[in-house]
């Protein structure tokens, strides 16, 4: 019996993992493992799936240098994942360990996916809404275990426009301490009040201190950080009500 249970496991996991290939654009290795057997996907039931991967470009062109993922155990909708397709019938939860290139996040900090995100953000100075959006992201990672970050804020008053352009210097998150701001200098920006850059940077201790993010219908929160080699180490934990749908090009 444990022979033919994992003979299913390999097709479904097989099934699934020739469908997420299909649909990224480039993938140096890719691994994914359903575990389960074919009583329990019949009832609609999975011990988890694990995501293995290496060199993974996914829409956008975003590329991750290496990612795995491990969920809890699932429900799935069982005539999908007979054929390699998971659809959740309930809410998952799962970790990731992703590690991405100093080159990866500048080239998905720059595109049109991220940028999306960085703009319409809104701020209440005394009183007034004031709109900013994100440009010209960078990220540098000079060692030390620490993240320089720059960008161009594009500030959105009633009567004026200003830009803000700033360098940020911090220690990641980790399971015992929260992100740690150590410098922030403005190199441009003449004209902006003060009042508007204490709001700005209320707004990022804000943010930064969110128990969770989300994204669609997925929650997640960073759980470490880790610098290695010029590489960022992130370990996250997600909720996933459903397959979020800007992903569902790659797993449909």
Request: with cysteine; charged share 25%.
């Amino acid at each position: 019996m444990p022979e033919e249970r994992r003979l299913e496991e390999e097709f479904i996991s097989q099934e699934a993992e020739r469908r997420l290939s299909n649909q990224l654009d480039e993938a140096e290795q890719i691994n994914v493992d359903v575990q389960t057997d074919l009583f329990k996907i019949v009832q609609g039931q999975a011990d988890g799936v694990s995501l293995s991967g290496q060199g993974l470009v996914i829409k956008e062109n975003i590329r991750v240098q290496e990612i795995k993922l491990q969920t809890d155990s699932i429900a799935v909708n069982p005539f999908s994942a007979i054929f390699g397709q998971i659809e959740l019938n309930a809410p998952v939860t799962a970790i990731a360990r992703i590690v991405m290139t100093e080159s990866d996040i500048n080239q998905a900090l720059n595109s049109d996916f991220v940028q999306n995100y960085a703009k319409n953000y809104a701020l209440n100075v005394e009183g007034e809404i004031i709109s900013f959006e994100l440009e010209n992201m960078q990220l540098s990672l000079p060692g030390n275990n620490k993240i320089e970050f720059q960008g161009l804020i594009q500030i959105k008053e009633k009567a004026n426009n200003h830009q803000l352009g700033f360098t940020a210097r911090f220690k990641p998150r980790t399971y015992a301490n929260p992100i740690i701001l150590e410098s922030f200098n403005c190199h441009q920006g003449e004209g902006v009040r003060l009042e508007i850059v204490l709001a700005l940077m209320q707004k990022v201790k804000e943010l930064v201190n969110l128990t969770y993010l989300t994204w669609e219908e997925t929650k997640f929160k960073i759980i470490d950080m880790e610098i290695k080699q010029h590489n960022l180490i992130v370990l996250i934990e997600t909720q996933m009500q459903q397959i979020p749908s800007s992903l569902s090009e790659i797993t449909n």
